[in-house]
């Protein structure tokens, strides 16, 4: 690849073409936060803007309306968009004519004069450290160097590149080395179920799960989530997601993850990878790294020609948004997705420290890193840099057939630019994932065959014919859609575990007067007026109800309308079916005892009890939701504020102004501020329910009737404000630069460390949640499993060594497309239209040859293995003490020692108040006692020394808290 080509498809070739062709937009684009004018803000605080992704959605040809509305509105702002650009245009070249002098006084015109934001904070790290060398893999990697052997230059490049958004079935896919021997790769997401898919569950959100805090239901949904990819002929499942961690909690997204804690998100990650993988379904630990909000993750997408960076320090990268990796590499996780965002600059798919240094070398990630979809910002550089896979193939352009690889990777390699070995490795690793999780046994993927296609279902159509190549010009229709239900059924219908996961997943944060669980022939006996016939219970809210245009009609369901069972994004799916609350709630409660009065809006007349009759019990639902940037719904996606939205704190006020029993449910995509209400007399309950998935109302129903025990605790705290969470907690929504430059000030202290470390009382804290019996710890014994010593044992010595290759650089004639090859329109193939290679020096990056020492952390997978050693075994008993088997959390939370000078630079180390190093959850009989036990590793007790760059565990003594929750924890003892 020469040069040009690669400059031309890099951040800097970006500005370079942005300075050449000035022009109108160009100006536009360049300038940062401080010229553009408000309108201007406010539209990009709002995100009406047309995306890409949306231009494409699926939704065109599967569900329509919602998305086609958004592209009205889009299109709506894009022209008054377009109006400001021009006026905007005028005036700044009036100014241009009206002399240099202007421009130099910088009056609203700092396009040039402004420094592009810098390169380079992110330290060089090459070469690509190799796959290959660890015993648990050696098998899988021999059986891949053979196939990988076999392969052409041309082959293994079709095993790096997508072919193109929309150009097969899959949201992503590889064409494969059919020569060889190497199937197409299909790639769908995601984290709750196969998107845009039929007859497949909608398990609850990760975030639900989280709040399960159970270990064996984590497993139990991955086990699920793999086992339906598979059915559906799922190669690589594009989930779980553990970034963005949840550092604000507004972030877009933070409901495709577990939870605002690294352990916590970690556990649970690593829980649904075993699942997934245990059913031989590649799983994606995504998205790497620090990408936390939505507001300008992406290049172009928010309208500025830069994505954020998220600038983070070495420390808290190690101790916060690494550790859940760190958790799933352990776990042998086959795939890591890098994200859109930059990471101190560097773009995270091109991030060499981060890719090379910190996941292939310090974790010894043996797996492929794919990039998020049009992610890749450079062609060579993200190559050198670690990336293996390009999603969905395109460029920087969507669906335009201009791969940054493809044919430029093979021309890279035949020019030299890229080793030859790193395109070895890059193909390697994937086929070695492949052997590993046993995808060559083609009972369980069969080898896709003409006029058989796997998947057997299609992301473009729900028709039963349709195009092989969607975003193509080959308009051959053939079946897509197979319809397979892959839901299980009788004892296995998933949707059984899905119920499971969701009740357990809800957290009971205020119980007064013990109004829950509530009897099927009304309320609680005492609450109840005997001289009426009926008990009467008043169910209020949209969130109660059926959408009745159904479940998905909203694409990707990006719309807060009726219940809400998910975000919103490419981690949605396709509800097969949604039951709303009331449908439970009617077939739960005794109708001939009780009369249910639905008033299914938000809109609710002050004087509701004169129109819909005094209610006995009065059940409120209210929402927040938010999702992905690429679709908005009422200009959310990231949440700029944790209101309930849609009038909800109204809804519940108007409610309790005159119903003395109201009990309020909460369904949202994280915390959600309560204040307006939650000490109201009347507002007995308060149920936090997260994103159940299809079984809502049964889920709900379990809970609120106590078929199960309120068993969720709160994943993320619940704060009493915004601003509560710290400055570091709020959404970046104003650009501040034409890169916007988030710092990570506030380090490790996100969330309840956050308000631990400040002294401030939030209103239910991290890891809380009611029961409906009650617990008793007792007897905390710690016990000296290792010793403390300050470091781990040396990185252990590699004892497998990476297959090898032939280095010669094969005949490019033997790259060029075959003679009479017929050629789809936008489809990414790697072949080259002739064979002249151009021979000029690639520009290598700065440290490019200087070979980094090998991290003293690393050595294992997860990183060295002398981490994960246990050294102290914490033991409780906990004693159900109320009169009814219920579930406690037994959460374990480890305060370093004071005082810790770092071994290396001698300068004191904070650590937070506290931080959740384990936990398990026991379920209890009344009056029974179990002893749980939870084992710290040196890593839980370690710190991330900067200097030393490794984890040391320092002297002194810790002090290692247990109880229910961050706040709540009787027993303590030294180690
Ligand atoms: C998302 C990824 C997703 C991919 C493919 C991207 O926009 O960030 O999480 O896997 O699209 O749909």
Not at 341 to 356: F, G, I, Q, T
Not at 720 to 733: H, N, Q, T
Request: glycine share 10%; hydrophobic share 35%; charged share 20%.
């Amino acid at each position: 690849m020469t040069r040009e080509a690669d400059l031309s498809s890099s951040r800097e070739g970006l500005l370079k073409h942005g300075a050449a062709t000035l022009s109108c937009d160009s100006l536009d684009n360049y300038r940062s936060s401080s010229e553009l004018d408000l309108d201007e803000l406010e539209l990009l605080e709002g995100q009406t803007s047309p995306r890409p992704r949306g231009e494409w959605s699926p939704s065109k040809r599967k569900k329509d309306n919602g998305k086609e509305n958004e592209h009205k509105r889009a299109q709506k702002a894009k022209r008054k968009r377009g109006w400001l650009r021009s006026k905007t245009c005028w005036v700044v070249s009036a100014i241009l004519l009206g002399g240099l002098l202007v421009l130099m006084g910088g009056f609203k015109m700092f396009v040039y004069k402004k420094p592009q934001p810098m390169d380079g904070l992110s330290p060089p790290w090459y070469p690509s450290p190799k796959g290959g060398t660890y015993l648990q893999w050696q098998k899988s990697y021999l059986m891949a160097a053979t196939l990988v052997s076999k392969m052409s230059l041309v082959e293994k490049v079709n095993v790096t590149t997508g072919t193109g958004w929309a150009s097969d079935l899959c949201v992503g896919n590889t064409a494969g080395a059919f020569d060889a021997g190497f199937p197409p790769l299909c790639l769908q997401d995601g984290p709750l179920g196969i998107r845009f898919a039929d007859h497949a569950t909608a398990w609850p959100a990760g975030i639900t799960v989280g709040a399960t805090w159970n270990k064996d239901l984590m497993y139990k949904r991955g086990r699920g989530l793999g086992l339906e990819h598979r059915l559906k002929g799922v190669n690589v499942m594009l989930g779980p997601a553990m970034g963005p961690l949840g550092r604000m909690p507004g972030g877009g997204r933070n409901w495709e993850g577990f939870g605002s804690d690294p352990v916590l998100q970690g556990i649970a990650a690593a829980q649904t990878i075993r699942g997934i993988q245990d059913e031989g379904v590649i799983a994606t630990a995504k998205h790497y790294i620090a990408n936390e909000q939505e507001h300008f993750r992406q290049a172009g997408e928010w309208e500025l020609p830069h994505a954020i960076s998220s600038n983070i320090d070495d420390r808290t990268l190690h101790e916060l948004y690494l550790w859940p990796f760190a958790d799933s590499i352990r776990v042998g996780v086959g795939s890591v997705m890098c994200s859109y965002n930059m990471v101190n600059s560097s773009s995270a798919c091109s991030n060499s420290k981060l890719l090379n240094g910190v996941l292939k070398d310090e974790l010894g990630f043996q797996g492929f890193v794919q990039s998020d979809w049009l992610a890749q910002r450079s062609g060579v550089a993200s190559a050198l840099a670690g990336l293996d896979m390009t999603m969905p193939g395109d460029g920087l352009i969507w669906a335009d057939g201009q791969s940054l690889w493809g044919p430029r990777l093979t021309e890279a390699v035949l020019n030299g630019s890229v080793p030859i070995e790193r395109i070895n490795d890059m193909a390697l690793r994937t086929v070695a994932v492949w052997y590993q999780l046993g995808q060559d046994n083609q009972t369980l993927f069969p080898i896709p065959l003409e006029g058989n296609p796997r998947p057997n279902f299609s992301s473009w159509t729900n028709d039963k014919m349709g195009h092989l190549h969607e975003s193509t010009d080959d308009d051959t229709m053939v079946v897509v859609n197979n319809f397979t239900d892959v839901q299980g059924d009788g004892k296995n219908f998933h949707g059984r575990l899905a119920q499971e996961i969701a009740a357990e997943g809800t957290v009971l944060v205020k119980n007064g007067d013990n109004i829950l669980p509530l009897s099927p022939s009304g309320g609680p006996e005492h609450t109840r007026d005997r001289r009426r016939a009926k008990y009467n219970v008043g169910v209020f809210g949209e969130d109660a109800g059926p959408n009745p245009k159904g479940p998905n009609a909203c694409a990707d369901r990006s719309c807060n309308d009726f219940t809400l069972a998910s975000g919103w994004g490419s981690g949605a799916v396709e509800f097969p079916f949604l039951t709303p609350p009331i449908e439970a709630l009617e077939s739960t409660f005794d109708l001939d005892q009780v009369q249910i009065t639905q008033v299914l809006t938000n809109d609710l007349p002050d004087d509701w009890s004169a129109v819909h009759g005094t209610q006995d019990l009065c059940i409120v639902f209210i929402t927040s939701d938010a999702g992905e940037g690429f679709a908005s719904w009422n200009h959310i996606t990231d949440r700029i504020d944790l209101y309930p939205q849609k009038g909800g704190d109204d809804l519940v006020k108007k409610v309790a102004a005159s119903c003395a029993n109201t009990i309020v449910i909460v369904h949202a995509v994280g915390a959600v501020i309560l204040e307006r209400w939650i000490d109201l007399p009347n507002v007995k309950a308060v149920v936090l329910a997260n994103l159940p998935g299809e079984e809502s109302g049964n889920a709900l129903a379990d809970v609120l009737f106590g078929r199960v025990d309120a068993s969720g605790r709160l994943p993320y705290t619940v704060g009493k404000s915004l601003s509560d969470y710290g400055p570091g907690g709020k959404i970046m929504a104003k650009p501040n630069g034409v890169a916007p430059q988030q710092d990570f000030n506030e380090g490790l202290l996100i969330d309840y460390r956050h308000f631990d470390a400040n002294s401030i009382t939030p209103r239910y804290e991290f890891g809380f949640g009611l029961s409906y019996t009650t617990f008793t710890f007792s007897d905390l014994k710690l016990k000296t499993l290792k010793p403390k010593t300050p470091l781990p044992s040396p990185r252990p010595n590699a004892t497998v060594l990476p297959p090898t290759f032939s280095t010669l650089i094969p005949d490019p004639e033997t790259a060029v497309f075959p003679a009479g090859f017929r050629k789809l329109k936008n489809y990414i193939y790697p072949y080259l239209d002739n064979s002249t290679i151009k021979h000029e020096p690639y520009p290598y990056p700065p440290g490019y040859n200087t070979a980094q020492p090998l991290s003293p952390a690393g050595g294992g997978e997860g990183g060295n293995p002398s981490l994960y050693d246990e050294h102290v075994s914490v033991s409780v008993n906990v004693t159900n003490t109320g009169k009814r088997t219920g579930k406690q959390v037994v959460q374990v939370y480890v305060s370093f020692p004071s005082d810790v000078a770092d071994v290396s630079t001698g300068r004191k180390i904070d650590f937070p108040v506290r931080a959740l190093r384990g936990f398990e959850k026991a379920e209890i009989n009344a009056t029974e006692t179990t002893t749980v036990e939870v084992n710290l590793t040196r890593k839980d007790l370690s710190y991330w020394s900067v200097g030393r760059q490794n984890w040391v565990m320092p002297d002194g003594e810790f002090t290692v808290a247990v109880g229910a929750s961050s706040r709540d924890l009787p027993l303590q003892g030294s180690w």
